[in-house]
């Protein structure tokens, strides 16, 4: 069974980056695309971006300027780094699998509250 | 900005059915959009239900089933039951992007 597991600081301040890892157990790293979501408390859900097992990155276009993904394959980890993040980065960033020959976004973690403030 | 729009909320009684919506501003849903629907609970992750339009993972029950309907992608529940109730969200694909609906809150009353 596949599993995922954030971590990082739950308190950032703000102007500063959020830097979040996910760590891959029970299934291989290679051959998927390896994407974050986050939700901010008690609204709806939001695509930030993705990265293959290789290097390659996708974001979201309305992010792009401040987020960056990267993959680190000996530690079967993948991470998030937000840049000069404000009160609105507030969410649970979660971290999920994509596998792109069937389209699909399967395995989730549970999620890591981020607050932003001073 | 593409925006993804899904009902607000809707009611159910068990045993029921009820179908949500996904719509794109961008035009007509197609399986090109390879919708993706999930379910989340309270203080829960949420949980893959639907990918590519109307294929199940391993885990989905049968009462749930999607398509594309009108112009839009389609969640059905069918036989609803009361733990079915949750947010609902469709996510689209739009050239190497992917976007969320805003959700469907799903009351089983």
């Known amino acids: 069974q596949v599993q995922l597991q954030e971590s990082g600081p739950g308190l950032v301040k703000p102007s500063e980056t959020l830097s979040l890892t996910c760590t891959v157990s029970g299934g291989p790293i290679t051959g998927y695309y390896w994407s974050w979501i986050r939700q901010p408390p008690g609204k709806g859900l939001e695509w930030l971006g993705y990265?293959?097992?290789?290097?390659?990155?996708n974001y979201s276009p309305y992010l792009k300027s401040r987020v960056s993904i990267s993959v680190d394959m000996s530690r079967d980890q993948f991470s998030l780094r937000l840049t000069s993040v404000t009160a609105a980065d507030t969410a649970v960033y979660y971290c999920?699998?994509?596998?792109?020959?069937?389209?699909?976004?399967?395995?989730w973690g549970q999620g890591s509250l981020v607050t932003v403030s001073s | 900005q593409t925006v993804v729009t899904q009902e607000p909320s809707l009611t159910v009684s068990p045993g029921g059915t009820v179908t949500l919506t996904c719509a794109s501003s961008?035009?007509?849903?197609?399986?090109?959009?390879?919708a993706n629907w999930f379910q989340q609970k309270p203080g829960q992750a949420p949980r893959a239900l639907i990918y590519s339009t109307s294929n199940k993972h391993s885990w989905t029950p049968a009462r749930f089933s999607g398509s594309l309907l009108g112009g839009k992608a389609a969640l059905t529940l069918s036989g609803v039951q009361p733990e079915d109730e949750a947010d609902y969200y469709c996510l689209l694909y739009y050239s190497n992007a992917w976007v969320f609906g805003g959700g469907t809150k799903l009351t089983v009353l």
């Open positions: 990265i293959y097992y290789s290097g390659s990155t």
């Open positions: 961008t035009g007509a849903v197609t399986s090109g959009y390879y």
């Open positions: 999920a699998r994509y596998d792109v020959d069937y389209y699909r976004f399967d395995y």
